[in-house]
T-cell receptor, first 112, second 118 residues
Framework: QKEVEQNSGPLSVPEGAIASLNCTYS??????FFWYRQYSGKSPELIMS????GDKEDGRFTAQLNKASQYVSLLIRDSQPSDSATYLC????????????FGGGTRLMVKP | GAVVSQHPSWVICKSGTSVKIECRSL??????MFWYRQFPKQSLMLMAT?????????EQGVEKDKFLINHASLTLSTLTVTSAHPEDSSFYIC??????????????FGDGTRLSIL
């Protein structure tokens, strides 16, 4: 079992819709959770950080964390074609030497 | 804030050449920096963790004598690919984290270096 799992996609949504990206992790000791966006040929860019259970909103992005279910998600409202990218879920755990463990990424395609 | 600069962005060189890549944290001090490699359509692969003032920690399977890492200051880490060969061609990305080794802050990535060995 991978430590951080994501559906590779592609997830295709129409412009203006809500895109929902999901991530599960195996280490219950994980404490910090991050979403990165990576455009093709570019390096990852931090989108959201979340540390406690519940929702955290930043503009069109909402991160949701449920530590009991070991589940973290990212919602993108009013999706735009410019949101088309690969979204990486990353988990920071003391058990992993305080390093980030990345999921394989979900490729999102927003169609005009 | 939390800007990481990586240089050069693109390198093309002949087989056998050594290539140095620099990673700088511009507006914060980074006790720990990280070096990743990414092949086309694949996930990020952590190569090593660079600790200021001490030896880097390499991931399993990464040759420390081939990928030399120096983290001489709190704002600069360098990765030298020694005697590079075509199979070393890849996208190399550094990242840095605000705070100490135990920080729970996110990693911020440089723009990456695309290395092509002919």
């Amino acid at each position: 079992q991978k430590e951080v799992e994501q559906n590779s996609g592609p997830l295709s949504v129409p412009e203006g819709a809500i895109a929902s990206l999901n991530c599960t992790y195996s280490d219950r000791g994980s404490q910090s959770f991050f979403w990165y966006r990576q455009y093709s040929g570019k390096s990852p860019e931090l989108i959201m950080s979340i540390y406690s259970n519940g929702d955290k909103e930043d503009g069109r992005f909402t991160a949701q964390l449920n530590k009991a279910s070991q589940y973290v998600s990212l919602l993108i409202r009013d999706s735009q074609p410019s949101d088309s990218a690969t979204y990486l879920c990353a988990v920071n755990s003391n058990n992993a030497g305080n390093m980030l463990t990345f999921g394989g990424g979900t490729r999102l395609m927003v169609k005009p | 804030g939390a800007v990481v600069s990586q240089h050069p962005s693109w390198v093309i060189c002949k087989s056998g050449t050594s290539v140095k890549i620099e990673c700088r944290s511009l507006d914060f001090q980074a006790t720990t920096m990280f070096w990743y490699r990414q092949f086309p359509k694949q996930s990020l692969m952590l190569m090593a963790t660079s600790n200021e003032g001490s030896k880097a920690t390499y991931e399993q399977g990464v040759e420390k004598d081939k990928f030399l890492i120096n983290h001489a200051s709190l704002t600069l880490s360098t990765l030298t690919v020694t005697s590079a060969h075509p199979e070393d061609s890849s996208f190399y990305i550094c990242s840095a984290r605000v705070g100490s080794y135990y920080s729970n802050q996110p990693q911020h990535f440089g723009d990456g270096t695309r290395l092509s060995i002919l």
